[in-house]
């Protein structure tokens, strides 16, 4: 019963880093005003992930398309992971680095927002959507750990966990993700 405690204390620890990093709050805000802005022009944000990262991918994806707090329109949000069939045979006729690069050629335009959640910041895939990314003229937030990976060089935001424990980091992945989805909720619709 002490590990069990000794996690709790652990989160909870995590999260006061989070509310107490004022930097973090400022990437946040900006995020958030891309994502408005990217909604309000018509446009869409997009995420991508994989394992744990994937479904929060696709948990903060159905918050925007379909509501977070309050009855609304949907807003234009996706996953890149939902569609196994374009996934596996990606993978299978190219390789699994290029599945969401290719998804961001046919789907990203210029002002849309890439959302790529990786827990250390290095992985192949999401790194090759966000140079995709770049050249279509989407704005990238990286949702990474501590350090940033080499995701940092590539994000127009990154908002950055500062932890290395991936339990951790995926916790505060989905606090932040959640907190987007309230603030980016209420500017459009308060």
Same mark, same amino acid.
Do not use: W
């Given at each position: 019963?002490?590990?069990?405690?000794?996690?709790?204390?652990?989160?909870?620890?995590?999260?006061?880093?989070?509310?107490?990093?004022?930097?973090?709050?400022?990437?946040?805000?900006?995020?958030?005003?891309?994502?408005?802005? /990217? =909604?309000?022009?018509?446009?869409? $944000?997009?995420?991508?992930?994989? &394992?744990?990262?994937?479904?929060?991918?696709?948990? *903060?994806?159905?918050?925007?398309?379909?509501?977070?707090?309050?009855?609304?329109?949907?807003?234009?949000?996706?996953?890149?992971?939902?569609?196994?069939?374009?996934?596996?045979?990606?993978?299978?006729?190219?390789?699994?680095?290029?599945?969401?690069?290719?998804?961001?050629?046919?789907?990203?335009?210029?002002?849309?927002?890439?959302?790529?959640?990786?827990?250390?910041?290095?992985?192949?895939?999401?790194?090759? /959507? =966000?140079?995709?990314?770049?050249? $279509?003229?989407?704005?990238?937030? &990286?949702?990474?750990?501590?350090?940033?990976?080499? *995701?940092?060089?590539?994000?127009?935001?990154?908002?950055?966990?500062?932890?290395?424990?991936?339990?951790?980091?995926?916790?505060?992945?989905?606090?932040?993700?959640?907190?987007?989805?309230?603030?980016?909720?209420?500017?459009?619709?308060?």
């Amino acid at each position: 019963m002490t590990r069990i405690n000794d996690v709790f204390a652990e989160s909870a620890a995590n999260a006061e880093k989070l509310r107490r990093n004022v930097e973090l709050h400022s990437c946040m805000g900006k995020a958030v005003e891309a994502m408005i802005t /990217a =909604f309000r022009s018509g446009g869409r $944000v997009l995420f991508c992930g994989n &394992g744990g990262s994937a479904a929060d991918a696709q948990h *903060l994806a159905a918050e925007f398309s379909g509501r977070f707090y309050f009855d609304r329109p949907p807003l234009d949000s996706e996953a890149l992971h939902v569609n196994t069939s374009f996934l596996t045979a990606v993978a299978n006729d190219y390789d699994y680095n290029v599945t969401y690069a290719r998804l961001v050629l046919a789907k990203g335009r210029p002002g849309d927002v890439l959302v790529g959640i990786t827990t250390s910041g290095n992985s192949k895939n999401i790194l090759a /959507a =966000f140079e995709k990314a770049k050249e $279509v003229g989407m704005v990238t937030v &990286g949702m990474t750990g501590e350090g940033g990976g080499k *995701l940092k060089g590539l994000s127009d935001i990154l908002l950055e966990v500062p932890s290395n424990d991936t339990p951790r980091i995926q916790e505060g992945h989905i606090l932040i993700g959640h907190i987007l989805c309230e603030l980016v909720e209420k500017g459009l619709f308060a």
